[in-house]
T-cell receptor, first 114, second 115 residues
Framework: ETGVTQSPTHLIKTRGQQVTLRCSSQSGHNTVSWYQQALGQGPQFIFQYYREEENGRGNFPPRFSGLQFPNYSSELNVNALELDDSALYLC?????????????FGEGSRLTVL | GESVGLHLPTLSVQEGDNSIINCAYSNSASDYFIWYKQESGKGPQFIIDIRSNMDKRQGQRVTVLLNKTVKHLSLQIAATQPGDSAVYFCAENRGPTGANSKLTFGKGITLSVRP
């Protein structure tokens, strides 16, 4: 167990809808990153939050947005869902902004868009 | 374009044998590499990492080798066990300083251990 929890574990939405995914980071970790993992692919970096501020973003459109709260938990919001948004969304927590260090991943939220 | 990729999609090994998983990367500026293991229904789990100023690093039953000349990374697992069956990803950190979370992952290779 990594101590990173995500909810919901599975959900189904239709095109055009909006979704919010949640993540509780490991105790003491102040950095949260979100990744999208399509079936059969490696995870792709969406964005990172450090102390409630966005600290970098991958190649994802603005309809992907996030928040980090004072307790360092985080949300990923996706608006105007598209079929290609169907994927496993992974949250990872870590301590600080070092160049190296282990990321602790949750088990993910599996989103299906119909 | 730049990519981090794996040579083979699947690898089948006999229990007790050593496993070698290979990975090629194309960004010569990358200086930090990591191997992750992902079991079915779970998130990726950190195995071992290596900095570009090293050629080899050993962990418990695992060794990572880095060849910067040919931009190649490999993961060696000694005495492979059924619990090693999973998808393995190599990843590199292409972010700026202080960006340990901005990893670029390869597509993954499935390791299947035969009893």
């Amino acid at each position: 167990e990594t101590g990173v929890t995500q909810s919901p574990t599975h959900l189904i939405k239709t095109r055009g809808q909006q979704v919010t995914l949640r993540c509780s980071s490991q105790s003491g970790h102040n950095t949260v990153s979100w990744y999208q993992q399509a079936l059969g692919q490696g995870p792709q970096f969406i964005f990172q939050y450090y102390r409630e501020e966005e600290n970098g973003r991958g190649n994802f459109p603005p309809r992907f947005s996030g928040l980090q709260f004072p307790n360092y938990s985080s949300e990923l919001n996706v608006n105007a869902l598209e079929l290609d948004d169907s994927a496993l969304y992974l949250c990872a927590s870590s301590l600080g902004l070092a160049d190296t260090g282990e990321l602790f991943f949750g088990e993910g939220s599996r989103l299906t868009v119909l | 374009g730049e990519s981090v990729g794996l040579h083979l999609p699947t690898l089948s090994v006999q229990e007790g044998d050593n496993s070698i998983i290979n990975c090629a990367y194309s960004n010569s500026a990358s200086d930090y590499f990591i191997w992750y293991k992902q079991e079915s229904g779970k998130g990726p789990q950190f195995i071992i990492d290596i900095r570009s100023n090293m050629d080899k690093r050993q962990g418990q039953r695992v060794t990572v080798l880095l060849n910067k000349t040919v931009k190649h990374l490999s993961l060696q697992i000694a005495a492979t066990q059924p619990g090693d069956s999973a998808v393995y990803f190599c990843a590199e950190n292409r972010g700026p300083t202080g960006a340990n979370s901005k990893l670029t992952f390869g597509k993954g290779i499935t390791l299947s251990v035969r009893p």
